[in-house]
T-cell receptor, first 114, second 111 residues
Framework: DGGITQSPKYLFRKEGQNVTLSCEQN?????MYWYRQDPGQGLRLIYY???????QKGDIAEGYSVSREKKESFPLTVTSAQKNPTAFYLC?????????????FGSGTRLTVV | GQQLNQSPQSMFIQEGEDVSMNCTSS?????WLWYKQDPGEGPVLLIA?????ELTSNGRLTAQFGITRKDSFLNISASIPSDVGIYFC???????????FGKGTKLSVKP
């Protein structure tokens, strides 16, 4: 079955460390997105990519980095510059831009800084 | 960025009751979508709306695209315990761009 896979489901990081969250899709979708979810904050866009080797900052890109070397993959790195990284991270993809047919979401990665 | 005002923020209801939630904006939207997120999971698309005035059902769920194109509502009839979760509205602005999400309505259902 086609879908979007995020790994790991739970991730613990020490302060000052970088960590990379994986997102892979086999839906042949062009666009991919990273969102951060905090209680009561809804979904906030971190980065998005409309095509391979191109990506754009979202509303809260500071302290994060991404790459899009393959259509299927859009990893997110949470750097030590991100002051409050503990959150639930969601990856999504859409068949076209701007995604009016809806986004398909992964099941999320919960990152905790210890 | 652009804002969608989603209300209510949370609801506590008895099993069997009907539920209504809505999203409003000061901007015109081309598309309205409604998602449900189960605890610890990613959101799943429930209903998509593409035309002003459109009314669409999915089982016990009914959603409408407002005539002014600035709002949408979602109704759930005869709620059941598995309806528990967070419901998000999302819209795409007339001027193009990524989807914009509301902050969600957290639904709790008491058996």
């Amino acid at each position: 079955d086609g879908g979007i896979t995020q790994s790991p489901k739970y991730l613990f990081r020490k302060e000052g460390q970088n960590v990379t969250l994986s997102c892979e899709q086999n839906l042949n979708h062009d666009a991919m997105y990273w969102y951060r979810q905090d209680p009561g904050q809804g979904l906030r866009l971190i980065y998005y990519s409309q095509i391979v080797n191109d990506f754009q900052k979202g509303d809260i890109a500071e302290g994060y980095s991404v790459s899009r070397e393959k259509k299927e993959s859009f990893p997110l790195t949470v750097t030590s510059a991100q002051k409050n990284p503990t959150a639930f991270y969601l990856c999504a993809s859409s068949i076209e831009v701007p995604g009016v047919s809806g986004y398909t979401f992964g099941s999320g990665t919960r990152l905790t800084v210890v | 960025g652009q804002q969608l005002n989603q209300s209510p923020q949370s609801m506590f209801i008895q099993e069997g009751e009907d539920v209504s939630m809505n999203c409003t904006s000061s901007s015109i939207f081309n598309t309205w979508l409604w998602y449900k997120q189960d605890p610890g999971e990613g959101p799943v698309l429930l209903i998509a709306l593409y035309k002003a005035g459109e009314l669409t059902s999915n089982g016990r769920l009914t959603a409408q695209f407002g005539i002014t194109r600035k709002d949408s509502f979602l109704n759930i009839s005869a709620s059941i315990p598995s309806d528990v979760g967070i419901y998000f509205c999302a819209g795409q602005l007339k001027s193009q761009g990524n989807l914009i999400f509301g902050k969600g309505t957290k639904l709790s259902v008491k058996p």
